[in-house]
């Protein structure tokens, strides 16, 4: 029997994710459960993974009580060890159950990069084709940096306010308000929030954020925004699935380019070219670089985004603008990821690329990128 993929296992936790979200585990009717082909289809999976691995029959799930009880006793690093490979040891000891019939943490961590980005790509689309058709590229910069903290918990005519003097257009306005932000209604407020991705800050925040930890830990100027409200007009917050997608990436974006600023001998760095096409343009006397920067918690998460969304993958290994040599192209990993990953991730970034036969993507690290950018500045490339 063949050893079960990556895809495998990444087809199961999604049927997973469908068993509880969308079959109704808390109904309790085995007429309804008999009729859910998914749920079928979830356990077949699961007996040929366990098959495959040499497991005994009669450990394996054979109706949907059996795989009630299986997924809440089994460790999911039992029945997937490919994609828990890149969690946590306590999260691969995890079931992907809860007591509650939930979905523990362990499997909210393999689902939840790829739903965020699903959640608002369409937007990001919408905004990037009203620039592309304005014309006038800085917009697109002007929009990203709009999106970040202390734009949280405000009210419509201030968050218009701010868009007018960014000379955001005026018939955006709203639809950027409708699509990247939530009402949270008329309150009496007073709040202090994260500066690198505009959560409400807590001291939960700051321990289940990796990423803003790491900035609170490395940084010597950590200032809260504090915002306070006694208002009775409508107060908007930005969306909370939306904030990994948008703020967080550009923490990265925007510490590599006041970084290679610093650089001797680099003439220009441009945020989003071609309309964010890429995220950097890298300008040096002999050579110039085109970065795509990403930041993603699970290695096998970014690979499975390039894999779903191609034509991101094609910029990489074929760029359709002729000015744009492929072996000047680079996938960056930020500093901040590989330090709070482990030495492994770009590794195991690589491997998840080949599986998915992305292996002429060039990986590289933000510190292996400015060592060859040295180079390159001193000839030595």
């Given at each position: 029997?063949?050893?079960?993929?990556?895809?495998?296992?990444?087809?199961?936790?999604?049927?997973i994710?469908?068993?509880?979200e969308?079959?109704?585990?808390?109904?309790?009717?085995d007429?309804?459960?008999?009729?859910?082909?998914k749920?079928?289809?979830?356990?077949?999976?699961?007996?040929?993974?366990?098959?495959?691995y040499?497991?005994?029959?009669?450990?394996?799930?054979?109706t949907?009580?059996?795989?009630?009880?299986?997924?809440k006793?089994?460790?999911?690093?039992?029945?997937?060890?490919?994609?828990?490979?890149?969690?946590?040891?306590?999260?691969?000891k995890?079931?992907?159950?809860g007591?509650?019939?939930?979905?523990?943490?362990?499997?909210?961590?393999?689902?939840?990069?790829?739903?965020a980005h699903?959640?608002?790509?369409k937007?990001?689309?919408?905004?990037?084709?009203?620039?592309i058709?304005?014309?006038?590229?800085?917009?697109?910069?002007?929009c990203?940096?709009?999106?970040a903290a202390?734009?949280?918990?405000?009210?419509?005519?201030?968050?218009?306010?701010?868009?007018?003097?960014?000379?955001?257009?005026?018939?955006?306005?709203?639809?950027?308000?409708?699509?990247?932000?939530?009402?949270v209604?008329?309150?009496?407020?007073?709040k202090?929030f994260?500066?690198?991705?505009?959560?409400?800050?807590?001291?939960?925040?700051?321990?289940?954020?990796?990423?803003?930890?790491?900035?609170?830990?490395?940084?010597?100027?950590?200032?809260?925004?504090?915002?306070?409200?006694?208002?009775?007009?409508?107060?908007?917050?930005f969306?909370?699935?939306?904030?990994?997608?948008?703020?967080?990436?550009?923490?990265?974006?925007?510490?590599?380019?006041?970084l290679?600023?610093t650089?001797p001998?680099?003439?220009?760095?441009v945020m989003?070219?071609?309309?964010d096409?890429?995220?950097l343009?890298v300008?040096?006397?002999?050579?110039?670089?085109?970065?795509?920067?990403?930041?993603?918690?699970?290695?096998?998460?970014?690979?499975?985004?390039?894999?779903?969304?191609?034509?991101?993958?094609?910029?990489?290994?074929?760029?359709?603008?002729?000015?744009?040599?492929s072996?000047?192209?680079?996938?960056?990993?930020p500093?901040?990821?590989?330090?709070?990953?482990?030495?492994?991730?770009?590794?195991?970034?690589?491997?998840?690329?080949?599986?998915?036969?992305?292996?002429?993507i060039?990986?590289?690290?933000?510190?292996?990128?400015?060592?060859?950018?040295?180079?390159?500045?001193?000839?030595?490339?």
């Open positions: 029997m063949n050893q079960p993929t990556l895809a495998d296992e990444e087809i199961i936790v999604h049927l994710k469908d068993f509880i969308r079959e109704g585990l808390f109904k309790k009717s007429k309804k459960y008999s009729k859910v082909k749920t079928r289809e979830l356990i077949r999976r699961i007996q040929y993974m366990e098959l495959s040499g497991r005994v029959v009669d450990d394996i799930p054979q949907i009580r059996d795989l009630v009880n299986y997924l006793t089994q460790p999911i690093s039992r029945y997937l060890p490919l994609l828990s490979q890149d969690l946590d040891i306590e999260l691969q995890e079931f992907a159950l007591r509650y019939n939930q979905l523990t943490p362990a499997i909210l961590e393999l689902i939840t990069e790829d739903n699903e959640q608002i790509q937007h990001i689309v919408a905004l990037r084709e009203k620039i058709k304005s014309g006038k590229e800085e917009f697109y910069e002007i990203r940096f709009f999106f202390e734009n949280n918990f405000e009210t419509r005519n201030n968050l218009k306010r701010r868009m007018t003097k960014l000379k955001i257009p005026a018939s955006w306005q709203d639809e950027i308000i409708q699509n990247f932000y939530v009402s209604g008329n309150k009496k407020l007073s202090e994260c500066p690198y991705c505009g959560n409400p800050l807590t001291n939960e925040h700051l321990e289940t954020s990796k990423v803003c930890r790491h900035f609170k830990q490395t940084d010597f100027f950590f200032k809260p925004i504090t915002k306070s409200f006694n208002i009775t007009e409508e107060v908007y917050c969306d909370e699935k939306v904030v990994k997608s948008i703020v967080i990436p550009n923490i990265g974006e925007q510490r590599l380019r006041d290679l600023l650089i001998g680099v003439i220009e760095v989003y070219p071609y309309f096409s890429y995220d343009k300008v040096t006397k002999t050579r110039t670089f085109w970065i795509d920067v990403k930041d993603y918690q699970y290695p096998r998460s970014l690979a499975q985004y390039f894999a779903k969304e191609y034509k991101q993958a094609q910029k990489l290994l074929r760029p359709r603008q002729t000015d744009i040599r072996e000047d192209v680079f996938l960056l990993i500093k901040h990821r590989i330090e709070i990953s482990s030495d492994r991730y770009l590794k195991r970034l690589r491997t998840n690329l080949e599986n998915r036969n992305l292996s002429r060039k990986v590289i690290s933000e510190g292996d990128f400015i060592k060859l950018l040295k180079k390159e500045i001193k000839g030595d490339y």
